[in-house]
């Protein structure tokens, strides 16, 4: 968009300045999801992520790398310890602050 200024005084002197508008994303999504090695499987229709870890991993303090969608932040946050006992809901807040979405986090311990 370009803005005419004119100068009140004279009103032959103008000045165009051009203004970029940039609207705040809507989009929240978990791109990526892993603990240590184990790459989590994250489904976007149903706002699920399983994520198997290997045998004898302690469940109760582990520490997720998480991406989002660019500009929107997570909750609990990428890098905080986290006790996957029970599913934990990761809620993504959009660039706009205002659109948000909630994935369940499922964590495993593989067999033997």
Known sequence: MTVTVTDRD???NTTEYTVTV?????????TAFAIG???GVVDDT???IAVEVPNGTAVT?????ITVSTG???????GTETNF???VDFTV???DGTTTCTYAVTVTVAEG
Do not use: G, M, Q, Y
């Not at 929107?72 to 990428?78: F, M, Q, R």
């Open 72 to 78: 929107a932040t997570v909750s609990p946050a990428s």
């Open 93 to 95: 807040t959009a660039e």
């Open 46 to 48: 149903e706002h699920t």
């Open 10 to 12: 004279d009103e032959t």
């Open 37 to 39: 090695e184990a790459a």
């Open 85 to 87: 006992t029970d599913p």
């Open 61 to 65: 303090a582990l520490t997720p790398t």
């Open 22 to 30: 940039h609207r705040n994303s809507s989009e929240c999504a978990i």
